[in-house]
């Protein structure tokens, strides 16, 4: 055995949800080769190579993020308090218009390493501007330096001006095409299959009939997936009606792009049609509430998926709309965002919402067979969450509990991908992190100048309700 985590408690989130109170978890060659009593596998596996005593700490999967945009992590804070037409115009189609491959890649190391810090073994970025050539390869050498599971989409908009759509972002098809098949062909499967490669149209709205077809017909060529926005706002279905003359499921319908790889984000205006369909073609969602609260965007109808036998996942989205890139904050937002505003304190449960972040992730990504719970065979992608590395975490009485409601990020202490620690010890074992974290704010100052925002430092004014500047007062 390559290693052995004991005196543990193990949750396993497996068919019969158990939970191992003094597990031990062997793993070799990537996956979990045994789980049972501590003492009992201790005792077969003396010859281990490595040994972690977790005495007092919880072992969880690895949590799956089905969503994200990591070239906004440069964004962060220049987006706040504006609705979407505002937040697209007046920073986020700026930016993306001078993007460069090096601000994706460390705008894609930063966003992974706080995705890390927060337990997340696996990353679905779905990159939609493409101003200039080889902007994903930015993303996905990032992905390579880190030994991430990730998935990456290749974004694109061929249309839309009259929504709004940037022309500096958009591509024709030809272009798309060609550059979609250069990724799949050089970079899908890769990295002991740790990397694969997804077609991410931006929205229904921004893309044509023509464009959507050939992005399903290379999807399904390479055996890969499609994730797009669906219903994320009144404005995106009744845009969607007027390009393709329906909305939602239906404009999927129409276009023949069903199937159970297929992952819809956000999804906050399904239909109850929509709802039903999602299940009886095994369509998956991606859910965003930090995002779609920051956006003031609506509380999806994420009970009713769920009564109704849809899969949803969970995704932090990009960090423009969201200003973290927090799994743990997203768990807990999750359950408290659908209490109140069912006003019923059992619509979504701690329990369900780990699923939701584990096991329902990896059935959202089409990788449910490999990750999203401890059992044999599976990889070994998993967090050490210690409880006393944050006096909220404690007393510790329920395990899945003090995950979703009473923990935050500094309890995250391990992490590790195919039995590999990206964290150890609260440190990691893969990138300088100071380094990191230096270039990205470079990285992120320098967007802002040639992108000719000025809403940071002195230039952001000190806003009040109903958009009104508060007036300087002096010292």
Request: with cysteine.
């Amino acid at each position: 055995m390559d290693l052995l985590l004991k005196n543990a408690i193990l949750v396993t989130v497996d068919p019969r949800r158990r939970i191992l109170w003094n597990g031990a978890m062997a793993v070799e060659n990537g996956r979990i080769a045994a789980l049972g009593d501590s003492e009992e596998l201790s005792e077969r596996c003396q010859d281990c190579k490595k040994v972690v005593d977790c005495q007092g700490k919880i072992v969880f999967p690895g949590f799956i993020n089905t969503h994200n945009h990591l070239f906004q992590t440069l964004l962060k804070g220049l987006g706040d308090d504006m609705v979407l037409s505002d937040w697209l115009a007046t920073m986020t189609f700026p930016a993306a218009q001078h993007l460069t491959e090096e601000d994706c890649y460390w705008a894609s190391m930063l966003g992974c390493m706080e995705g890390i810090r927060s337990g997340m073994t696996t990353q679905l970025d779905y990159m939609y501007p493409h101003p200039r050539e080889n902007l994903s390869d930015g993303v996905l050498r990032a992905f390579r330096d880190l030994k991430l599971r990730a998935i990456f989409g290749r974004g694109c908009m061929d249309t839309g001006l009259e929504f709004g759509v940037c022309p500096g972002i958009t591509q024709k098809t030809e272009q798309i095409e060609k550059d979609l098949v250069r990724i799949f062909d050089r970079y899908h499967n890769t990295e002991d299959g740790r990397i694969q490669v997804w077609a991410a149209p931006a929205a229904l709205w921004s893309n044509s009939e023509k464009n959507l077809r050939m992005l399903w017909d290379v999807v399904q060529h390479y055996h890969a997936g499609l994730t797009v926005h669906v219903s994320e706002t009144p404005f995106d279905r009744q845009s969607t009606e007027i390009l393709h003359g329906c909305a939602g499921t239906d404009c999927l319908e129409k276009l023949g792009i069903l199937g159970p790889n297929v992952l819809m984000v956000h999804c906050v205006y399904l239909t109850e049609k929509d709802i039903q369909r999602s299940r009886e073609c095994d369509l998956k969602v991606s859910h965003n509430p930090v995002s779609n609260m920051y956006l003031s965007s609506g509380v999806a109808p994420i009970p009713q998926m769920l009564r109704a036998g849809v899969t949803v996942g969970l995704g932090v989205d990009g960090a423009a709309s969201n200003n973290g890139q927090d799994m743990v904050e997203l768990i807990k937002t999750t359950a408290l965002l659908q209490k109140v505003a069912t006003r019923d304190p059992v619509s979504i449960t701690a329990e369900k919402v780990l699923e939701m972040a584990t096991i329902d992730g990896a059935r959202s990504i089409g990788l449910e067979k490999e990750i999203g719970s401890l059992e044999v065979g599976k990889k070994a992608d998993f967090v050490i969450f210690n409880p006393y590395r944050n006096p909220k975490a404690i007393p510790l009485h329920n395990p899945v509990s003090t995950l979703v409601y009473s923990s935050s990020m500094e309890n995250i202490e391990s992490v590790a991908v195919d039995g590999r620690f990206l964290l150890e010890d609260g440190e990691f074992t893969v990138a300088d992190e100071m380094s990191t974290l230096r270039s990205a704010q470079r990285a992120a100052e320098e967007l802002c100048r040639r992108s000719g925002i000025h809403n940071r430092m002195e230039g952001h004014a000190w806003v009040l309700p109903d958009g009104q500047c508060a007036p300087f007062c002096g010292n």
